[in-house]
């Protein structure tokens, strides 16, 4: 090297067969061709790095593809890779970092199956298209680190399927795309320090299963979503050193959940100042914490208790406020032999101010004051209609005269052009204390609204976290489907629709005039489809009229629908018609009782023939009874009733027998009653007669016997 050579000619280099490594690095060489290593050379290692070359030629390097092991260009000038531009089936280690590449396209390493490290660092790369490592089965080592990546999706990372380490530091990603990883199973360490990351969502990881080493330090993340580490069950090491992190730590969320194994947590230089009880829970198995370089104020008790295994805790903070609640922390540290790596000062009470919490004596840490604040007045759980306006408040007290802020997350983050309205008085009981509230407005709320609304007010010496209160957004319900009148004959079937939409979905409920009691239920007639929005009456009967109600109903409220049946059913008989005899000047009475839907019209016909009315005759109402009285011998006939409704008519027939006088009826009477003696007569007298013979006849016998 450093020779100035321009170009690579083979005639030069076809003597060197048993050649096997060829450094040509710090020279002058701009372009490498077709046919610039001659066949036959058995090179293994190629060193071709701080050159100027800007143009490599699809094929090349193959002439070298059954010796070639190690390749660099690192630091020329190479702006572009052609697809499949290294046909190298033997070659572990490929080196293209410092160049100014900016796009890897799909399949552009085919053909190197045995890669193991790929250095890409140091380009300026911005994007991967889907398949850019395709081919690369075997690489286990992969630099990206040092370009301007803003993402990483599954696409670009396919075929991977051994990668071991993955390097993706300095460069512009500003979110992890769960389905990233999905084909990198076997990944040992991830590092993806000094990005543009501000959260850490659930399940943002969960495919790294074998996940060892995560580093994140030096980003922006200030929110880790309840489960963003869920799944890296064999993780060992996480790094979150100088990131923006605070209520991870200070308010207990559940973010180290599934690190059973992590044995080293470094949160240095943060923006932590309290430290929840529960805020590590999950990390039975951490041996070394870093909390150094955060302004911590105050940690809860047995905030470390679960973690049997702690044998280095780092903290160093000059602004602990010592006061009751403290008191507990210096005799753990001794106990547990953890004070060598804490260096903890008190900045309040005055009095233990700049004293290290190890020289304060148990009785020295009172509580005679609360200046960190103290929530007063919990946020509440709401459930809001769609478009109203609704607030959410939240009220603190505290002791210091140190200037409040207030802010509101939902679902754990910040709102930053939210409404608020803040205000602050004196607590009228005592005087030095000072009660604080904040409201948030929300104006017409939407489902966007929904979430969990917390407070966090906050002064010099510390933030105090609300509850975290639900909004339920919902909706009224509305008819989207109304049952409508409906007519029906008996026998049939009755079909009413009934939908409705609103938030959560509501519930449908049918009634029959006011009540629950459905004909058609008790004999299984009636059938409710809930998934077609259908009540079904089969074999519709009279009794099944009525006016039907819908009800749609949700926690909003509810809606109402009526619907009338109306049963059609032909005319016809209750009780037959019954042929009458009746005697001149008698009454005789003909009962047509009809039923049927709608109610029938009743006519009375004689002999076929419209009924001629006169003063003899009487109708009650609807012409059910037809009365005659003083019936003369005109009257006698066949009488038919007529019923008729809309859906047809119906007849009956009655006969009338008219009887001419009343005397005649009681001579045949009196002849009867004649005949009945003179028979009645002769049967006595023959029985007389019996009784005689019979005992004539005894007399006699009884006379021979004596003689």
């Not at 050159?51 to 190479?78: H, Q, V």
């Not at 572009?80 to 280690?93: C, D, H, I, N, Y």
């Not at 890669?115 to 286990?140: C, H, P, Y």
Request: aromatic share 6%; charged share 20%.
């Amino acid at each position: 090297h450093h020779n100035r050579i321009r170009s690579i000619e083979a005639s030069q280099l076809k003597p060197y067969v048993a050649l096997e490594t060829l450094d040509l690095s710090f020279n002058d060489i701009t372009e490498i061709r077709n046919g610039c290593f001659p066949q036959g050379l058995h090179i293994k290692e190629l060193y071709l790095g701080s050159n100027r070359i800007s143009t490599l030629e699809p094929g090349a390097f193959d002439s070298l593809s059954r010796s070639l092991l190690t390749l660099r260009l690192s630091k020329n000038r190479i702006t572009q890779l052609p697809v499949k531009a290294f046909r190298l089936p033997r070659l572990t280690q490929l080196e293209l970092n410092r160049n100014r590449i900016r796009l890897i396209e799909g399949l552009t390493f085919q053909g190197l199956d045995s890669l193991e490290v790929l250095k890409l660092q140091r380009n300026n790369i911005s994007k991967l298209t889907d398949g850019a490592f395709w081919g690369l089965a075997k690489m286990q080592v992969l630099h990206l680190d040092y370009n301007s990546l803003t993402e990483v999706n599954s696409g670009s990372l396919y075929g991977l399927s051994s990668l071991h380490q993955l390097h993706l530091s300095n460069n512009s990603i500003s979110r992890i795309n769960p389905d990233g990883w999905s084909f990198c199973q076997k990944l040992h360490e991830l590092i993806l320090s000094y990005n543009n990351l501000t959260r850490l969502d659930e399940g943002s990881l969960a495919d790294l299963g074998g996940l060892h080493v995560l580093r994140l330090s030096h980003n922006s993340i200030n929110h880790i979503a309840e489960g963003a580490f869920k799944g890296l069950k064999n993780l060992r090491v996480l790094e979150l050193d100088h990131n923006d992190i605070s209520g991870t730590i200070e308010d207990t969320n559940g973010a180290f959940t599934g690190l059973e194994n992590l044995s080293k947590l470094t949160l240095f230089g943060n923006k932590i100042k309290s430290v929840a009880k529960k805020a590590f829970s999950g990390l039975e198995a951490l041996e070394h914490l870093n909390l150094g370089d955060n302004a911590i104020r105050s940690i809860q008790a047995d905030a470390f208790a679960k973690m049997k295994s702690l044998r280095q805790l780092h903290i160093n903070s000059d602004s602990f406020l010592c006061d009751c609640q403290l008191k507990w922390l210096p005799p753990w540290l001794m106990e547990k032999e953890l004070q060598s790596f804490v260096v903890a000062t008190c900045a309040h009470p005055e009095s233990l101010k700049s004293k290290s919490i190890f020289a304060v004596l148990p009785e020295s840490f009172v509580c005679d004051d609360f200046p960190k604040p103290q929530i007063i007045i919990q946020p509440e759980t709401t459930v809001a209609v769609l478009g109203k306006d609704i607030r959410f408040t939240c009220s603190a007290a505290s002791s210091s005269s140190s200037p409040m802020m207030f802010a509101w997350k939902k679902d754990n983050e910040v709102l930053h052009n939210a409404e608020i309205e803040n205000f602050a008085h004196v607590r009228a009981k005592d005087g030095e204390v000072m009660e604080y509230t904040t409201i948030l407005h929300l104006r017409h709320v939407t489902f966007a609204h929904e979430g969990r609304y917390q407070c966090i007010i906050t002064n010099h010496f510390g933030s105090t976290y609300s509850n975290k209160a639900r909004l339920t957004v919902n909706v009224l319900p509305s008819f989207i489907k109304t049952p409508h009148d409906i007519t029906s004959r008996t026998g049939t079937t009755a079909r009413l629709e009934c939908a409705a939409e609103g938030h959560p979905p509501p519930q449908i409920a049918w009634q029959k005039d006011g009540g629950t009691d459905f004909p058609a239920a008790r004999e299984r007639r009636m059938h409710v489809m809930p998934d077609d929005d259908v009540f079904f009456i089969t074999d519709v009967k009279i009794e099944d009229m009525g006016v039907y109600s819908c009800t749609a109903q949700n926690s909003a409220g509810s809606v109402l629908a009526n619907a009338t049946l109306t049963v059609l059913e032909t005319p016809s008989l209750i009780h037959p018609l019954e042929d009458h005899v009746v005697s001149v000047g008698e009454t005789v009475a003909l009962q047509c009782k009809a039923t049927g839907s709608p109610p029938p019209r009743i006519t009375w016909l004689k002999g076929d023939q419209p009924l001629i009315v006169t003063e003899r005759h009487h109708f009650t109402s609807g012409n059910q009874l037809l009365v005659v009285r003083n019936v003369v011998l005109e009257d006698a006939g066949k009488y038919t009733c007529e019923m008729s409704n809309t859906l047809g008519t119906e007849r009956a027939h009655s006969h009338v027998s008219i009887l001419q006088s009343l005397g005649c009826r009681k001579d045949r009477t009196t002849v009867g009653i004649i005949t009945i003696a003179v028979v009645c007569s002769i049967v006595l007298t023959s029985l007389v007669w019996v009784c005689i013979i019979y005992q004539t006849r005894k007399k006699s016998e009884e006379y021979s016997v004596t003689n």
